[in-house]
């Protein structure tokens, strides 16, 4: 019997200056972009709060959380709503911030041609494909960072 390679359907994150790929499994929808409420007290990467289903979930710059440059132009911007990894967490979904519209693709091993570790926070790896390159976001230690702000503004 043959072995079948599992494709993982995933959505390729324009970003300024990167491009993300994520499961599509993590995202729960892609809007236009809404200015954030501003917040005191916290990190850059955190660009506030916004009314997503009548519910405040926080705003991240993965540029920023990644010690890149973040631009605050709106034009062209989404909002990608992730869902939490954790089902007990107490940020049950939060936004980034995209430089575009989001693109489906699937990827299996065979489509990746290098996979190298990366240095900054909150990535797990980079990998290439033909001429593309791709950061994976460390969801889970987003998601820790997350929940660290808001057990602090409890």
């Known amino acids: 019997m043959e072995a079948t390679q599992e494709k993982v359907r995933s959505l390729w994150v324009p970003l300024r200056g990167m491009s993300l790929l994520v499961p599509s499994a993590a995202v729960m929808e892609i809007g236009s972009y ?9 990190p850059d990467w955190f660009l506030g709060m916004f009314n997503w289903r009548d519910r405040e979930i ?3 710059s993965m540029e920023s959380l990644c010690g890149l440059p ?3 132009n709106p034009v062209f911007s989404r909002l990608m709503v992730v869902n939490s990894v954790r089902a007990d967490s107490a940020v049950e979904n939060y936004a980034i911030v995209t430089a575009g519209l989001p693109g489906l693709v699937q990827l299996d091993s065979d489509m990746v041609d290098e996979v190298n570790t990366y240095v900054k926070e ?3 790896c980079m990998i290439r494909f033909g001429n593309e390159e791709a950061a994976i976001p460390d969801l889970d230690y987003l998601q820790d960072l997350l929940e ?3 057990a602090a503004a409890a």
């Open 122 to 124: 909150g990535l797990k």
């Open 70 to 72: 973040y631009s605050s």
């Open 148 to 150: 660290q702000l808001s």
């Open 34 to 42: 809404h200015a954030p409420r501003p917040c005191q007290g916290v």
């Open 58 to 60: 926080p705003v991240v």
